[in-house]
Each structure stands twice: as C-alpha cells, then as structure tokens.
C-alpha cells in the first residue's frame, strides 16, 4: 500500500515541477509590454499562399501563450485567385488578422493617435 502512495505521490510532484518550470521558463522569455511601442508582425503573402496557414498558425500560438504581444498584418504581395482564398478563408476563421494590398501596408503602420503612437 505505501508502494502505491510513494508511486503516486512521484507523479504528481513531477507534474508540478514540470508544470512550475514551465510558467517560470515562459515568465523569464516574456518581455515586459508596459510603455512599450506597438510590435507588428507583417507576413507578405505570395502566390497560392503556400505556407501562410502554418505561419499564421505558429504566430496566433505565440500570441495565445502570451509569449509575444503584436499585430498580426497580412500583406498582398501577389497573391493569385487561389491564394485569395486561402487567405479569405484564414481571414474569416481568425478575425483578429489584419489584411491590406502593399500599397498600403506602410499607410497602416505610419498611423498615429494623439499620443505619437501608431494605431490601427
């Protein structure tokens, strides 16, 4: 019986551990975000759109994990029909994605408020 209980009391110190560890790890790999300048990551999107769902993906991830605070804008930089689709269909499944044509990508990011700041 005291077997059983060590055994189990193992596996749940070991999973507290790993489970501490981890918010410790992902609480010193965190940058503070206070007063900081807006981040933004921009992703051009070419072609079919190969490899922009797993892009995207990987961004929304980090930004889910708290890892990194930034805007995500997706640029047009010759996207075909194909790719217009994908995108249109990313677009419609995350609507926190940001969209424009390159002309515009540099309009959006020299924006600014009130406070010198860019806004969106």
């Not at 596996?11 to 790993?18: G, H, I, R, S, T």
């Not at 922009?52 to 889910?64: G, K």
């Not at 605070?69 to 029909?81: K, R, W």
């Amino acid at each position: 019986m005291t077997l059983a209980v060590e055994i189990i009391l193992a596996v749940l110190c070991a999973a507290l551990l790993l489970t501490l560890n981890r918010k410790l790890l992902f609480r010193l790999l965190h940058p503070s975000q206070k007063g900081a300048l807006p981040v933004f990551a921009v992703v051009p999107a070419t072609g079919n759109g190969d490899g922009l769902e797993h892009t995207l993906r990987h961004l929304l991830w980090l930004q889910e994990e708290k890892l990194s605070a930034f805007t995500i804008l997706v640029v047009d930089a010759g996207l075909t029909p194909g790719g217009q689709d994908t995108l249109s269909a990313l677009l419609r499944k995350e609507p926190t994605l940001l969209f424009c044509p390159a002309e515009e990508a540099t309009l959006i990011l020299q924006r600014k408020d009130a406070h010198d700041c860019c806004t969106l």
